[in-house]
T-cell receptor
């Protein structure tokens, strides 16, 4: 059974640029959630996708968008990067459409915005 | 609005001691509570998940309790080891939202 993987592990961008982060779900899972974790903080829920449709969203602006593909892998896209977007971005996969299902996390992508 | 608080923010204890980490939440209408471990700069590892109808869950040296009515959960670690050093996060789930605390940074002294 393959766990959740994310790419890239680290990324450096400049303010105003756009970035795409990728996540491969654990085998058999049909739901993926994305989180932003600033240094010293707990993860904050960005959004969740269930069977290729957005299924819940936290308090993040529309420049944070996502996709889920038929194989249940996922992308997080962030446009017009700001300095405050610097964080660890985590994805988690689960089976079932609700956030209360047990979630399995990937190792994260560390994004630095200069 | 649900808020999750973890106290203390950091804790150092000698190896071999038993310890308790605390998590409190303001809205008792939750589906479940989950405890995670996070090593520096890494992702989260699920430790224990307690459904709202349950009072506790155990896994090895770990025991988590849930008192939904008072909005509290504790994570008990028995016979602590240096490998237990990490940040421990709790998270509560309801509907389409999951809310995390900021975590407790635990350091086990050899």
């Amino acid at each position: 059974e393959t766990g959740v993987t994310q790419s890239p592990t680290h990324l450096i961008k400049t303010r105003g640029q756009q970035v795409t982060l990728r996540c491969s779900s654990q085998s058999g899972h049909n739901t993926v959630s994305w989180y932003q974790q600033a240094l010293g903080q707990g993860p904050q829920f960005i959004f969740q996708y269930y069977r290729e449709e957005e299924n819940g969203r936290g308090n993040f602006p529309p420049r944070f968008s996502g996709l889920q593909f038929p194989n249940y892998s996922s992308e997080l896209n962030v446009n017009a990067l700001e300095l405050d977007d610097s964080a660890l971005y985590l994805c988690a996969s689960s089976l079932g459409r609700y956030t209360y299902n047990e979630q399995f996390f990937g190792p994260g992508t560390r994004l630095t915005v200069l | 609005k649900q808020e999750v608080t973890q106290i203390p923010a950091a804790l150092s204890v000698p190896e071999g001691e038993n310890l308790v980490l605390n998590c409190s939440f303001t809205d008792s209408a939750i589906y479940n509570l989950q405890w995670f471990r996070q090593d520096p700069g890494k992702g989260l590892t699920s430790l224990l998940l307690i459904q709202s109808s349950q009072r506790e869950q155990t896994s090895g040296r770990l025991n988590a309790s849930l008192d939904k009515s008072s909005g509290r959960s504790t994570l008990y670690i028995a016979a602590s080891q240096p490998g237990d050093s990490a940040t421990y996060l709790c998270a509560v789930s309801r509907d389409d939202k999951i809310i995390f605390g900021k975590g407790t940074r635990l350091h086990i002294l050899p």
